[in-house]
């Protein structure tokens, strides 16, 4: 078997990189979303906001200014194949420098400790999620979280007689609590299941999903469609403003757990939702 060499030098310039352009400009299919959006929205100040939302991110692409004053924290999910060996020095640390490269000039929003709260003047240290999977590939998704929509985020562990009905209960809650807070249009990201560690986990993997791509499984593909309707009959709107655009998205994610519990977590991204994903190459 051929063990595949890879430079963390090159993982650094690549995720720096990305995370640079994360900054300036916001995905292409969350900015479709956006024009179908305005095109729906049947509250005309909602559809300003939206028009002024699509605005500011063209202008930021233009510009090559950041589309929010927060910039938010880094969020690294890395696929290693098994078959491949970093050399050069250590990937933590190369993925540290990244954070730190691609931040001098963006706002530093990442403090040392919960509580002291210094800030640590670069953004580091990034948050990193490893997973090891077959073959020679490494594939990084960056997501550069703003915490307006994290600070309303929401996990609890029910018991499994709440069922889906329950799940629905304490999603639309969520969404209802954060209100503008979260600054809508929002994606949703909903975790089902596992341990209470990994289902926060599964709801930050479904806001890196492409937008809109729905789980594979029917029934959670169902969900989706019902919570998504049911977000976009609250009429928070746009920034808060009213209208039917407060999710343009809901992304599902489950996993098996313990006949004692359901799990289910609430991880809202905002209005800047910068998520970006590269492969290692050659
Ligand atoms: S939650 Fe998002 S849109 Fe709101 S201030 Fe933070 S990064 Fe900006």
């Known amino acids: 078997m051929m063990i595949r060499q890879i430079s963390v030098n090159r993982v650094q310039d690549a995720v720096r990189d990305l995370l640079i352009e994360l900054a300036y400009r916001l995905p292409a299919d969350y900015l479709a979303a956006m024009h179908v959006a305005r095109e729906e929205e049947p509250s005309s100040l909602g559809g300003d906001i939206l028009t002024m939302l699509l605005d500011n991110a063209a202008y930021a692409e ?8 927060d910039t938010g924290m880094a969020i690294l999910f890395l ?16 993925l540290h420098a990244a954070v730190e490269e691609a931040y001098r000039d963006l706002r530093k929003s990442v403090v040392d400790d919960p509580l002291l709260r210094r800030n640590t003047g670069d953004n580091t240290p990034p948050i990193i999620h490893y997973e090891i999977v077959p073959g020679d590939q490494v594939h990084i998704t960056a997501l550069m979280k703003g915490f307006g929509a994290e600070l309303m985020s929401r996990l609890r562990m029910m018991p499994p007689s709440e069922g889906v009905e329950g799940v629905k209960r304490f999603v639309l809650e ?10 809508p249009p929002l994606i949703v990201g909903v975790g089902l299941g596992g341990s209470f560690d990994t289902v926060a986990l599964l709801a930050k993997k479904a806001l890196i999903r492409p937008l809109g791509e729905p789980n594979p499984q029917p029934h959670l593909a169902q969900l989706e469609r019902e919570l ?17 655009t407060t999710a343009l998205a809901v992304h599902v994610e489950a996993y098996a757990t313990h006949i004692a519990a359901l799990p289910v977590a609430v991880n809202l991204n905002c209005s800047a939702p910068r998520v970006g994903k590269l492969r290692i190459e050659d």
């Open 228 to 244: 998504l309707e049911s977000i976009n009959d609250l009429d928070i709107g746009p920034q808060g403003f009213g209208g039917m």
């Open 174 to 183: 969520t969404v209802k609590l954060a209100g503008p807070n979260a600054c």
């Open 62 to 69: 233009a510009e090559r200014i950041p589309t929010c004053q």
């Open 79 to 94: 696929e290693v194949g098994q078959d491949v060996h970093f050399c050069d020095g250590d990937l933590n640390q190369a």
